[in-house]
């Protein structure tokens, strides 16, 4: 029976990516799922200039020879983030107009995600080993076309797929964040999207919902509250429920076996709700560590067990 | 696609954002030095804690407290760079278990955050009781209910902690951002009310002090004339040897250092909490949150006790807590400085409305008690060492009830125990040694993190901090263990049983924590079979994934 290994909200990390790919190996998984969220949030300029490289990482600004650049991208990379190659004049043309900083940004960010197809081609072809991911609300539409273009890793979101008797419904959809991002809808639409999908699963005892946002007031979806500028109220330490209500009533309903969620960094659990495992594994893409769930199931026992792990 | 924005340093942009999921503005380091601030309470914990230092006789208090700040100071600089490089929920049991091992976290951590916490919700009770309910009941003259609440009734001193339990428990079940605002509001009434105690101390002469103390000694107390006087005799006849307040002697300063753990070792109380805080990964709001609420403290108690030497006097200080520790003291209550600072207004009302108004300074901390033993339980169970159902949330009103009953059960066994067998309350004096310990083993889980778990390390905005080529986490780490492992040794092995915790002394509790640790190797190792036997590797929790 197939052992999963559910990792999610990478953010870009591509040292997350790397050890979610030998994570089948390490734990001897079948099946790898990527929750969503896998591109990075920003991109850090390495301006050439009289044969060397300025570079600013972490509020420490870096003069590097051409052949540090490559440890200086490795840096980048590992942190989620982008390095963009420019020139001072490029540079000053970016700061300027909004427009071509987004081409810049977006073609920069599909590049990440081929890249990290190649990188799951190379690693896992030939391994027997499925890899699903379905991109999260931060991830931009044009993602799935790239994923779409792989032979080694399935697209999730919109389908049902079946996994060794399993069967696993996925969408990357999130109710209304204040950041406005590419896949929010109001939960009367999420609810939809999801109901949609399930209507063709026939037995919830072997289903998976793999549900980027996770259920409302599930203790899985606690994040700390913000005023309406986006500051962190209290410390950064009073929390509030922002999960889906429409995730909520979904699991509620069909009670799956098994549902995954990510979205939430802060908020690691596993909870029952009903006869539904629920688990968000958590993200701590910044640090390089990937926080994830190793969960073995059994045809007839269901979930046999289940682990959180920080590897 | 969404708005890309920019960050930049200088006059070159060195950063470009898009718009994303949880990129949100820094939280006010404010906010959460209220949260340290409370942790050291200068109040609550801290006048009850000094009501000891009597003991040294040649330990000059400022001083000490100096030399406190800058050793806990290392303390703090350790937990911001562990909350930096790692900002887990679970804060020790994270940081040990990733570092130590899984095994040795939970027993090290567990037992501090988890078994230790039982026996603080009776000094919780015990500190309401001798600053709250007696002061006030003495004040207004409810004769019963101040026998109701006094030491030698175990039914009130129980019922007390019960009173503690339910409200810790209310505070845990609001969430924290409720009692963030409750914070913030006894923060400014507390603090209101401390410049009225200053400002009554500082306009007042000892003479005044004398007089007004004489008269509620007799009219709340019942003593005789001059019990001022009395008082000093009854200290002195106790054991108190005076002894000026600015003697200076250095050794005996750094023996009055483990009195002062009893408050001010708690800056870093809430960086069990780090793992719920966007932003802590920057080490400056963690430690200036710390920071600060440690010397804002400090200024204060220095303050407080400069007041109280100047209006009360360092003999008559030391020698009331001296005889009412002996049960000789004229005024049979223990000798709240803020209630005898009341007392310089001939008001019973305005002397009730400062009691109950600096109340809230343990109204505004209490709440504390178990916030973080529920993280640190939730922490245990997520990691399948507990059971599932400890990290267990109620869907309607979100509250942890596994976590709380794991913490809530034991502790009214524990007040029982407090409140009817005074033979064991020894045990208690331990609560800090043991939380000192639990710090020892995450200090030493730091100094260790650039060579075990190298690649966490460098990737931390903390890689770059360095001595001489050595980590500074390491420095920092030595250096506060050494501060810790000096306590350790005078809590555990004092000649002169000064801590009343020597082991050759103090059989109780030797057993009492000797048992919490076999407790907690026996949970783990009994966890471990258990989850193998359903196909679950504890080992393999914190292993590292290889990259390449």
């Known amino acids: 029976m ?6 999610t909200d990478l953010h870009g990390s591509e040292m997350c990516w790397r050890k979610f790919l030998n994570a089948a190996k390490f734990y001897d998984a079948e099946v790898l799922i990527c929750g969503g969220d896998m591109t990075g949030k920003a991109m850090i300029p390495i301006v050439e200039e009289n044969g060397h490289y300025t570079v600013t990482i972490a509020a420490e600004r870096q003069v590097v020879t051409a052949d540090q650049v490559g440890d200086i991208e490795n840096q980048i990379r590992r942190k989620g983030y982008y390095p963009l190659h420019v020139t001072p004049e490029r540079l000053q043309e970016l700061d300027v107009d909004a427009d071509k900083r987004k081409e810049t940004f977006q073609q920069i960010m599909l590049d990440g995600v081929r890249r990290w197809m190649h990188i799951a081609e190379e690693k896992l072809r030939g391994s027997g080993v499925r890899i699903f991911v379905c991109p999260g609300n931060d991830d931009e539409m044009e993602v799935d076309d790239v994923i779409r273009e792989s032979d080694m890793v399935e697209l999730g979101e919109g389908r049902m797929l079946e996994i060794e008797g399993f069967k696993m419904i996925s969408t990357g959809w999130s109710n209304h964040t204040p950041w406005n991002t590419h896949r929010e809808e109001t939960e009367e639409k999420l609810g939809e999207r999801i109901e949609a999908m399930a209507r063709n699963v026939s037995d919830f005892s072997h289903a998976i919902f793999n549900l980027h946002c996770p259920p409302y007031r599930s203790g899985l979806d606690e994040a700390p509250a913000i005023d309406a500028d986006l500051k962190l109220m209290h410390g950064g330490r009073a929390l509030r429920p922002v999960g889906s209500t429409a995730v909520r009533q979904a699991i509620d309903k069909h009670q799956p076996l098994l549902s995954l969620h990510g979205h939430i960094h802060e908020s690691k659990g596993a909870v029952k709700l009903g006869k539904t495992l629920a688990i968000n594994p958590g993200s701590a893409y910044e640090e390089g560590m990937l926080m994830a769930a190793v969960i073995n199931l059994d045809a007839k026992k269901g979930i046999k067990s289940y682990q959180l792990v920080n590897g | 696609m969404a708005d890309t924005t920019m960050g930049s340093a200088g006059s070159r942009p060195t950063l470009f954002l898009r ?3 949880g990129l949100v503005k820094a939280w006010s380091t404010f906010d959460a030095f209220v949260y340290s601030f409370w942790s050291v309470n200068l109040i609550t914990l801290g006048l009850y804690g000094m009501s000891f230092v009597y003991l040294v006789p040649d330990g000059q208090l400022l001083a000490a407290i100096l030399v406190f700040g800058v050793l806990t100071s290392f303390l703090v600089v350790t937990y911001a760079m562990l909350v930096s490089v790692m900002p887990r929920t679970g804060g020790d049991y994270a940081w040990q278990s990733r570092v130590l091992g899984g095994g040795a976290g939970f027993v090290l951590s567990i037992t501090g955050w988890w078994f230790t916490l039982f026996l603080w919700a009776p000094i919780y009770a015990n500190i309401l009781n001798v600053q709250f309910f007696l002061p006030l009941a003495y004040t207004l003259g409810w004769s019963g209910v101040a026998s109701f609440f006094a030491s030698t009734n175990h039914t009130g001193v129980f019922v007390s902690c019960l009173i503690v339990l339910a409200f810790v428990s209310v505070v845990v079940t609001l969430g924290m951002e409720t009692y963030a605002r409750i914070q913030k509001i006894c923060f400014w009434i507390g603090l209101a009310g401390l410049v009225v105690v200053a400002g009554l101390l500082l306009f007042a002469s000892q003479s005044d002090f004398q007089n007004a103390f004489n008269r509620e000694a007799t009219s709340l107390f019942g003593a005789p004339a001059n019990a001022y006087q009395a008082t000093i005799d009854a ?9 000026d307040f600015g003697s200076f002697s250095f050794g005996p300063i750094f023996l009055v250092l483990p009195f002062l753990a009893f408050y001010l ?22 430690f200036w949150s710390m920071f600060w609420g440690l010397w804002v403290t400090i200024a204060l108690v220095a303050l407080v006790m400069l007041l109280v030497v100047k209006t009360m ?13 002996a049960g000789t003291a004229p005024v049979g209550t223990w000798p709240y400085p803020v209630m005898f600072a009341g007392w310089l207004v001939n008001n019973h009302a305005f002397q009730a409305l400062l009691i109950i108004v600096m109340g809230l300074w343990f109204f505004g901390w209490a709440g504390t008690l178990f916030l973080s033993s529920t993280r640190v339980i939730f922490a245990a169970a997520f990691d399948r060492v507990l059971p599932s159902w400890a990290a267990n949330i109620s869907a309607k009103r979100r509250v942890p009830y596994g976590s709380l009953i794991l913490m809530i059960a034991p502790s009214i066994v524990v007040s029982a125990v407090w409140a009817y067998k005074p033979d064991f309350q020894n045990v208690f004096l331990d609560a800090t040694a043991v939380l000192a310990l639990t710090f020892l083993a995450t200090v030493a889980a730091a100094v260790i993190l650039p060579w075990r778990r190298r690649d966490l390390y460098e ?5 770059q901090y360095k001595v001489a080529g050595v980590p500074a986490i390491t420095i920092v780490g030595v250096i506060t263990g050494l501060f810790l492992l000096f306590m350790l040794y005078q809590w555990s092995f004092n000649p002169d049983n000064l801590y009343g915790t020597s082991f050759q002394k103090t059989g109780n509790s030797v057993a009492y924590f000797v048992a919490t640790y076999v407790v907690a190797i026996v949970i783990y190792v009994v966890a471990f079979y258990v989850r193998r036997r359903q196909g679950i590797d504890l080992n393999r929790i914190h292993h590292e994934i290889p990259v390449e």
């Open chain 2, 313 to 325: 006097g360092w003999q008559f200080y030391n020698a009331a807590n001296a005889s009412f520790w």
């Open chain 2, 235 to 243: 200290g002195t006849k106790a054991g108190y040897a005076p002894h």
């Open chain 1, 2 to 7: 197939p052992r999963i290994f559910f990792a």
């Open chain 2, 265 to 286: 070792l708690w800056p870093n109380w809430g960086a069990t909490l780090y793992g719920e805080v966007r932003g802590a990964k920057d080490i400056r709001k963690p």
């Open chain 2, 459 to 463: 990737a931390s905005p903390i890689a």
């Open chain 2, 19 to 21: 718009n994303a999921t």
